[in-house]
């Protein structure tokens, strides 16, 4: 067999460019080839022994036989066994075909062992100077060739990396708080993969991921924890390190009257990570409190130090929830994972008002002990976790704990290390004290902690102020503020016009409590009539639908994404993602808009009457108001 003088050049000019010490051999098994599909898979198998990293190649030791077979499942593309490699014979036919126009060495190319071989065909590479190839059908025999080689080098003595506690913990495999270390069978992030086949197990997650790390020079931006991952086993690959953004992208629930909002944070400017604790109330799902993580974020141009605890505009909250806008949820469906587990990006006062306000509760705001590095590494997890994560939501074994838990684990190494696997919020708290990652001390004094928004009280006690001030008149039928504002807005009325001007802008602020007790008892009822596609409401059903279901709103920004892309979105996404995130927006915020303005006559008759009645008394309350301040001297 008489083999081209230009694939005698390529194997010269790689003895040049690979180490002498490599040991990994690849050998061509060419039953069955011709003279030119022998020379092609030389080549082949040539171009991947330039990839492969040093240390790969040296632990790797022996011989491989690469073969082409025509006998393969059907979507499986190669098998590796004993030392074998067989690939899918149209995989031959589309490498061949990569170069049907003349080839020639690149005047560019090096042969002073320094840069890997270039090839150019019509003006365009297909072996870059990192050594992948820039042609789809011919990357796909080299990725296939390199995916099998990755499957050898896992189940050799050197290998194992599929089994590696931190890859799992990094790929979607996470341990299970009550399984006594056992971990999930299933990998929940599935949006923005590069190849769905990874999620299949934790060796073809490993063998996938190898084929983007040496082959696309976007995967230390778009996978970085996973870079640095394969960097500290198998050393950098030789193409030059890109240059990747230092801001993470997210698209959080918006402020004011957005719906949406597109939010690029730097970890420069995040001063500290923050447990967010919300205290229980009487209602059963939240006797146990709710996990969250606040990121105290510097307004722009702010250094970084304790002065950003004033930039409250610009923190956020990561919140893993079970849905958007819920008021009562579903025991049975959160008990069986009826409920998508996402991470919500939210501002800081609308989870302030949100848990104050609407359910009574406190907040604590707790401060981690982590460094600067631990704490970009732990927003480049938040990060990966809001493109890519879709879970199911367990009140006990997958729930908000849990997956806070779940981030501080995978985000920051040192912390998989600590004792911190909880399935409650209070039991992660006192783990996280326990282990001195959280520094409770700001909490001591209580006026400075209200001073320095370190906790944020329940509007109960401030309401129960209230009542007592307007409780001027031994007529009131109730004894508290709670039980006031229970009552129907009917019975409540005769009572708003005695009291003096102290007295009566008190009873302002209990009406505009009840008020938002209402509006949220309203949206949790016109969403069940909505989602039950009740008679007459096909329309508006299919608006709420919408509403609750997109997905951005619902928090899977990678619907907002269509295309190629994988992990993080890079330069060329993010502006369509900026168009798309304010397209979203204003289509969210035209459905919203228009099914307040239709919601109410959709409400239960009982619960339309108790709205319209806190309405009344506000108007009638402000006009009281206005009416003892023109009558004061």
């Known amino acids: 067999m008489r083999v081209p ?6 194997a010269g000019l790689l003895a040049c460019a690979a180490p002498a010490s490599a040991a990994l051999r690849l050998e061509v098994d060419a039953a069955g080839l011709s003279p030119d599909e022998a020379a092609a898979t ?44 067989g690939l899918r014979r149209e995989l031959l036919d589309a490498w061949m075909r990569r170069d049907a126009s003349a080839r020639e060495i690149s005047p560019y190319g090096r042969n002073d062992g320094v840069a890997p071989l270039v090839i150019s ?20 025999a080299l990725a296939t060739l390199l995916h099998e080689l990755a499957h050898l080098y896992d189940r050799s003595a050197h290998g194992g990396l599929s089994r590696d506690p931190r890859l799992r913990d990094l790929a979607g495999w996470p341990v299970r708080p009550l399984r006594f270390g056992l971990r999930a069978s299933r990998n929940d992030f599935r949006d923005r993969s590069p190849d769905a086949y990874e999620l299949a197990s934790p060796t073809e997650f490993f063998a996938v ?57 730097d ?18 799902m939240s006797r146990w409190g709710h996990a969250m993580l606040r990121l105290v974020v510097c307004a722009p141009g702010r250094p970084r130090g304790p002065d950003c605890r004033l930039d409250l505009d610009h ?41 104050t306000k609407v359910e009574l509760r406190g907040l604590q705001s707790i401060p981690l002990r982590l460094d600067e590095g631990e704490v970009a590494a732990l927003l480049e997890r938040a990060a990966q976790v809001h493109w890519s994560y879709d879970g199911r939501y367990y009140f006990v074994g997958n729930n908000c704990a849990v997956e806070t838990w779940k981030l501080l684990n995978d985000g920051v190494p040192r912390l998989s290390r600590a004792s911190l696997r909880s399935v409650t919020p209070t039991g992660l708290l006192r783990r996280l004290q326990r282990e001195g990652i959280a ?26 102020d209230m009542f007592a001030t307007a409780d001027v008149a031994p007529e009131l039928p109730v004894r508290d503020a709670q039980a006031w504002l229970s009552l129907d807005p009917a019975r409540r009325m005769p009572h708003l016009l005695n009291g003096d001007l102290r007295a009566t802008a008190a009873l302002l602020v209990l009406e505009q409590a009840a008020l938002r007790r209402e509006q949220a008892l309203a949206r949790e ?47 060329d996404e993010r502006s369509r993602l900026a168009a798309a995130v304010e397209r979203d927006d204003a289509r969210l915020r035209g459905l919203r808009d228009d099914l307040y303005r239709q919601a109410r006559q959709w409400l239960p008759p009982a619960q339309r009457a108790r709205l319209d009645g806190t309405e009344a008394n506000l108007a009638l309350l402000g006009d009281r108001l206005r009416s003892i301040d023109v009558a004061a001297p």
Not at 121 to 140: F, I, K, M, Q, Y
């Open 5 to 10: 003088a230009r694939a005698w050049l390529l």
């Open 42 to 85: 030389r080549d082949l198998a040539d171009r991947a022994l330039i990839v492969l990293p040093p240390a790969f190649r040296e632990r790797l030791d022996g011989v491989v036989v690469l073969r082409w077979r025509d006998d393969l499942p059907e979507q499986v593309h190669g098998r590796a066994r004993n030392g074998r490699i």
């Open 121 to 140: 065909t019509v003006g365009r590479n297909l072996l870059t100077p990192g050594g992948e190839v820039d042609d789809p059908a011919a990357r796909a």
């Open 209 to 265: 991921n190898f084929e983007h790390f040496l082959l696309d020079p976007d995967y230390a931006c778009r996978r970085p924890a996973l870079h640095r991952h394969f960097v500290a086993h198998f050393g950098a690959p030789s193409r030059p390190a890109p240059t990747c953004a230092q801001d993470m992208p997210f698209v959080g629930a918006g402020a004011d009257d957005a719906a949406l909002r597109l939010q690029e944070i």
């Open 267 to 284: 970890p420069a400017r995040v001063q500290s990570v923050e447990y967010l604790f919300a205290e229980a109330n009487e209602q059963p």
């Open 315 to 355: 923190h956020v909250v990561l919140s893993f929830r079970a849905f958007v806008d819920d008021v009562q949820v579903s025991s049975w469906r959160g008990l069986t994972g009826s409920y998508p587990s996402r991470l919500f990006v939210l501002p800081l006062a609308q989870v302030v008002d949100e848990y």
């Open 439 to 464: 520094d409770a001390s700001v909490l001591d004094d209580a006026a400075d902690a209200l001073r320095e928004g370190y906790r944020f009280e329940s509007m109960a006690a401030y309401f129960d």
């Open 525 to 571: 009822a016109l969403k069940q009539r909505f989602l039950r596609g009740d008679a007459g409401m096909d329309e508006a059903a299919g608006q709420a639908r919408q509403l609750l279901a997109d997905g951005a709103y619902a928090g899977r920004p990678a619907l907002l994404l269509h295309g190629d892309g994988y992990g993080l979105p890079q330069a």
